[in-house]
């Protein structure tokens, strides 16, 4: 008897990782993983940040984007529970929306709180961001 899987793909896996230059580091899953092109996704996100989380105001706000632009909407999800800085937190932020994606692209996550200042309307307390690649054969 022979081999009858002629091609093995590899596995892909979405890994976050800090965002360059921001302070707060947080821990994301999301599942399905990776996402799937416009398919709904959840979240979940945690970590230990050194701003106070305030329920009603502070929000997770996803992005996805492609090496040259952002893709499809940015989507926020408020806290409703308020953490005191230096408590852990979990979100989960349930059915976000998923544009459609290219074989190739980054998800960026970020506890933020919306502020009115031109050119930086975010106070970024976390974020993570992650690039997802098309999966590799490994035989053929």
Not at 7 to 26: A, L, S, W
Request: overall charge negative.
């Amino acid at each position: 008897m022979t081999n009858a899987v002629q091609y093995q793909f590899r596995k892909r896996k979405t890994e976050f990782n800090p965002c360059p230059g921001i302070k707060g580091v947080i821990d994301v899953t999301v599942a399905p993983d990776p996402p799937i092109s416009e398919q709904p996704a959840t979240y979940t996100v945690s970590g230990t940040l050194s701003d106070d989380i305030t329920a009603g105001r502070t929000v997770v706000g996803i992005g996805y984007g492609d090496l040259e632009r952002t893709i499809g909407e940015l989507y926020f999800q408020s806290f409703t529970e308020s953490y005191k800085a230096g408590e852990p937190f979990t979100i989960t932020v349930k059915d976000a929306p998923t544009p459609r994606l290219p074989e190739a692209f980054s998800i960026e996550i970020g506890v933020v709180v919306p502020i009115c200042v031109p050119g930086q309307p975010y106070e970024i307390y976390g974020c993570a961001i992650a690039t997802v690649y098309p999966p590799k054969c490994l035989y053929q």
